[in-house]
């Protein structure tokens, strides 16, 4: 069964600050991997999709690196915005079990 | 391009009573996921649908069903609600098949109040 943690678990940084977030799996036999984002109440924004056979995939300010080896992966904000504010999920996809796993997620709060 | 839509935004039932959740996938896309999302948690697989029939099942009882329409469309059904079944419900949809590698997208959700 796959299980996902994700550290830290809250995260709280003055604007501008550049920042990692990370994602550990148990089982590396995955198709590939999302980066979410999730305003209070609402749903999931996807952020980016690493297939298992890339290393990192980027958009924007956002970089994703993915370790299907050693189960990890992070997830890069560079120049943190008071907009980036937001709690951050990873999901690895498992194709036998046809579904996404989630972590309890990153809070991140980015002060003006 | 139409994302994933769900409907009703809201929902408040009593224990004991049955709630339908709508979810109406991206244009295009063939493959719905249900996902159940109690607070503070992450979202929890429910199940996957892909051209009317169940692709895949989490650890949910019977009582959690559902459906999916030739127009790709979806239905969850929750029978015999209990006060642990509140929670957000998300809905997602991809373009790919029985083992997609393609990105899921997801609804606003429905915020399921048991009483």
């Known amino acids: 069964k796959q299980e996902v943690t994700q550290i830290p678990a809250a995260l709280s940084v003055p604007e501008g600050e550049n920042l990692v977030l990370n994602c550990s799996f148990t089982?590396?036999?995955?198709?590939?991997l999302q980066w979410f984002r999730q305003d209070p109440g609402k749903g999931l924004t996807s952020l980016l999709l690493i297939q298992s056979s890339q290393r990192e995939q980027t958009s924007g300010r956002l970089n994703a690196s993915l370790d299907k080896s050693s189960g990890r992966s992070t997830l890069y904000i560079a120049a943190s915005q008071p907009g980036d504010s937001a709690t951050y999920l990873c999901a690895p996809y498992s194709g036998s079990a046809r579904q996404l796993t989630f972590g309890s997620g990153t809070q991140l709060t980015v002060l003006p | 391009e139409t994302g994933v839509t769900q409907s009703p935004t809201h929902l408040i039932k009593t224990r004991g009573q049955q709630v339908t959740l709508r979810c109406s996938s991206q244009s295009g896309h063939n493959t719905v996921s249900w996902y159940q999302q109690a607070l503070g948690q992450g979202p929890q697989f429910i199940f996957q649908y892909y051209r009317e029939e169940e692709n895949g099942r989490g650890n949910f009882p019977p009582r959690f069903s559902g459906l999916q329409f030739p127009n790709y469309s979806s239905e969850l059904n929750v029978n015999a609600l209990e006060l642990d079944d509140s929670a957000l419900y998300l809905c997602a949809s991809s373009p790919g098949g029985r083992s997609s590698y393609n990105e899921q997208f997801f609804g606003p959700g429905t915020r399921l109040t048991v009483l």
């Open positions: 089982d590396s036999a995955i198709y590939n």
